[in-house]
């Protein structure tokens, strides 16, 4: 089993900048995707960005060149660096982890952090 801990949601203005944290426990050594998604308020879940165990970074089109997705190996810990935030961008934050199966995937979810762009 692995368990998700997220930190680093908060308020922050337009312009600002955040940096979320997602640190698991347990074995990872299956684990394909590591990503974050987030959902707004009467919105559908969605990606955001994710990166593959080859290194592939994926990034949905309304957040690239503003955000950045990395990965610290030693410490089971995988980061969303926000920059340029907008309003848009509020929403709950929820960290990722994927297993690609022989039949079917298995997520792991984070608890989510809450992420408030206003002034």
């Known amino acids: 089993q692995v368990q998700l801990v997220e930190s680093g949601g908060g308020l922050v203005q337009p312009g600002g900048s955040l940096r979320l944290s997602c640190a698991a426990s347990?074995?990872?050594?299956?684990?394909?995707?590591m990503g974050w998604y987030r959902q707004a308020p009467g919105k559908e879940r969605e990606l955001v960005a994710v990166?593959?165990?080859?290194?592939?970074?994926n990034y949905a089109d309304s957040v690239k060149g503003r955000f950045t997705i990395s990965r610290d190996n030693a410490k089971n810990t995988v980061y969303l660096q926000m920059s340029s935030l907008k309003p848009e961008d509020t929403a709950v934050y929820y960290c990722?982890?994927?297993?690609?199966?022989?039949?079917?995937?298995?997520?792991?979810w984070g608890q989510g952090t809450q992420v408030t762009v206003s002034s």
């Open positions: 990722n982890f994927r297993e690609v199966l022989i039949r079917g995937l298995r997520d792991y």
């Open positions: 990166i593959l165990s080859s290194g592939t970074l």
């Open positions: 347990g074995s990872i050594l299956s684990i394909n995707a």
